[in-house]
Every structure is written in C-alpha cells, then in structure tokens.
C-alpha cells in the first residue's frame, strides 16, 4: 500500500532564510505528487503538483518542489520564507484506484508545521 | 463565491446523535471526496465518488455512510456520532482525476 512519510512534525525558520520541507513516499508506480498549505483555521490550498516530465515543478507563493525517484522524495523548498508562510503543510502521493485510468485517490502524510520567527 | 462549500462549518453533537454534513461545488467536477483529520494524523479518505451512481469506501468508513444526491452535492452521515468522530471533516472535488480542490472544513465535536 501507498504511504507518505514527513519526517519533520515541526520546522522553525527566521523571516528571509531558507526552507526545505521533506517528503518521502512508498508507491509501485511512477506516482502523481502534491504539496498542500493549510492555514490556521483555514481548508487545504494546493502548492503544487508533479504528474509526469520536469522534476522540478514551480508552485505557488514562490515554492519549489523537486521529484526523485532514486530517493522515493518530493523536497518541497523555498529559497527565502515570509512570515505569511507559517501554516502546516502536506504532502500527499495519489493512489491509482481499481477503476484505473486517472483515477486517483489521495494518501497524505502527517504533515508539518512551519512556524516562522521575525 | 467560494467553488466547494460546506455547511455547517461548526457542529456541536451530541453521543448517539445522527448527523449529516453537507458539501456543495460549483466546479462541474464528478469526483467528490471526503477526508477526516485529525491533529499529527493527517488526512484520511472516509469516501469518494466518481459519479452519481458510484460510491467508494475509503481507508476508514466504518461509522459514516454517504449519499451523492447529485454531481454537485455529496453528503456525509454519522448514523450514530461517538467521541472519537470528533474531527474536521474535508470535502474535496476533482474532474478527469487530476487536481482535488478542498472546502473549507466542518468542525465537529461529539460529546
């Protein structure tokens, strides 16, 4: 079974360095990818995805996120973090379903909180 | 106007109580999901549908059922709410598979 691990519950980072969040999945096939931001109190925006083609997949809000198979990962980064940006977020692999074709159901992982320090 | 709604937003039960969570989009998707989460859990597929005349059990539908009563609107009930439902729920909207859209959540508290 499809499963996706975060290895950082919580990250802290100063306004303006750098940030690199890490996502690591367990799937047969070549996986379809995502990076959601949740916001206090707030539902799940998407980032970014990656489906097929160039690894390296630009996003929203400035993020970045980088496929490699030979790792089982899908990095997600930022080169210089805003305040704004302190929220939990999720990576998430989609899971094929029976009915094949672009069926896909989602599998999250448990994600990870970023906190911000001016 | 929000494209995924869900209504209510906040829900105080009661043990023993049935309840119905709503969920609406004006996306024209055919796919319609509902997740659970749950603080250091994630999200946790409960259902999904890819067309009014299918449904699936997710990772954990033990005590929910849904009802697709069209291919905008996809309801979750709780026949019989306990303590360990208390969650947000999520519904989500996908078209053709691709990218899955999230509501805003429903707050759910079971005494």
């Known amino acids: 079974a499809q499963s996706v691990t975060q290895p950082d519950i919580h990250i802290t980072v100063s306004e303006g360095a750098s940030l690199e969040l890490r996502c690591n999945y367990s799937y047969g096939a070549t996986p379809y990818l995502f990076w959601y931001v949740q916001s206090p109190g707030q539902g799940l925006q998407l980032l970014l995805k990656y489906f097929s083609g160039d690894t390296l997949v630009q996003g929203i809000k400035g993020f970045e996120a980088e496929f490699k198979r030979s790792q089982s990962s899908f990095n997600l980064r930022k080169p210089s973090v805003h305040w704004s940006d302190a929220a939990e977020y999720f990576c998430a692999v989609g899971d094929i379903t029976p009915s094949g074709g672009s069926n896909y159901k989602l599998t999250f992982g448990k994600g990870t909180l970023l906190t911000v320090n001016p | 106007d929000a494209d995924v709604t869900q209504t209510p937003r906040n829900r105080i039960t009661k043990t023993g109580k049935r309840i119905m969570l709503e969920c609406s989009q004006t996306k024209g998707h055919d796919r319609m999901y509902w997740y659970r989460q749950d603080p250091g859990l994630g999200l946790r597929l409960i259902y999904y549908s890819f067309d009014v005349k299918d449904i699936n059990k997710g990772e954990i539908s033990d005590g929910y059922s849904v009802s697709r009563q069209a291919q905008a609107k996809f309801s979750l009930s709780l026949e019989s709410a306990i303590p360990n439902q208390t969650a947000l729920y999520f519904c989500?909207?996908?078209?053709?598979?691709?990218?899955?859209?999230f509501g805003p959540g429903t707050r759910l508290l079971v005494l």
């Open positions: 989500a909207t996908s078209s053709q598979g691709r990218t899955q859209y």
